[in-house]
């Protein structure tokens, strides 16, 4: 079975600029959350989709918005780009959101703002 | 509201040493408990978690972790590193919901075990 696909895995932007993320789950997984990694805040939740549903949200402003489609896939948006939004993005799904299930992580998109 | 503290950074070990990783946490309800492992380049992978149950929790590549409630700790062990090892690792908690459901992951800072031939 095919692991989670993040695309693209490397990005290049300037300040102001807008980006959109994508992630495509395991097959059958409903769930799909987003993470931000950087080296000074760590790893933090963004936002979990569900069923094309946000169920669960971050402390992140409202620049950054996602999005779940039909066959599960997400999208996330980051608008009016500033140098701290420069990290590594991570997707994860999972079958449902049951704590118990288990999120696989995919390899990450890595955004740099200049 | 739940927090993690990896209280090491970095951890050098020679190979074929035992190695622990300390994660302490807090949070005013239950929680359940993760390890993850973090290679160059790569997303997260789930070594182990804790959802209930007995305290010594087995997971991939030979590691375990043990909970304890009372020191709110969950430190992760290996009996004998290989080089394989050297990458990030992450705790997480999440909080238990009420009544199913998911709660979102607090991760802490990871620790970087480094280990050298």
């Known amino acids: 079975k095919a692991g989670v696909t993040q695309t693209p895995r490397y990005l290049i932007k300037t300040r102001g600029q807008q980006v959109t993320l994508s992630c495509s789950p395991i097959s059958g997984h409903r769930s799909v959350s987003w993470y931000q990694q950087t080296p000074g805040q760590g790893l933090q939740f963004l936002f979990e989709y569900f069923s094309e549903t946000q169920r669960n949200k971050g402390n992140f402003p409202g620049r950054f918005s996602g999005r779940q489609f039909s066959n599960s896939r997400s999208e996330m948006n980051v608008s009016t780009l500033e140098l701290g939004d420069s990290a590594l993005y991570l997707c994860a799904s999972s079958p449902s959101v049951d704590s118990y299930n288990e999120q696989f992580f995919g390899p990450g998109t890595r955004l740099t703002v200049l | 509201a739940q927090s993690v503290t990896q209280l090491d950074s970095q951890v050098p070990v020679f190979e074929e040493a035992p190695v622990e990783l300390r994660c302490n946490y807090s949070?005013?309800?239950?929680?359940?408990l993760f390890w993850y492992v973090q290679y160059p380049n790569q997303g997260l992978q789930l070594l182990l978690k804790y959802l209930s149950g007995s305290t010594l929790v087995k997971g991939i590549n030979g590691f375990e972790a043990e909970f304890n409630k009372s020191q709110t700790s969950f430190h992760l062990r290996k009996p004998s590193v290989h080089i394989s090892d050297t990458a990030e690792y992450f705790c997480?908690?999440?909080?238990?919901?009420?009544?199913?459901?998911?709660?979102?992951?607090?991760f802490g800072s990871g620790t970087r075990l480094q280990v050298q031939p």
């Open positions: 949070s005013s309800v239950s929680v359940y």
């Open positions: 997480a908690v999440s909080p238990i919901p009420p009544v199913g459901g998911r709660r979102a992951l607090t």
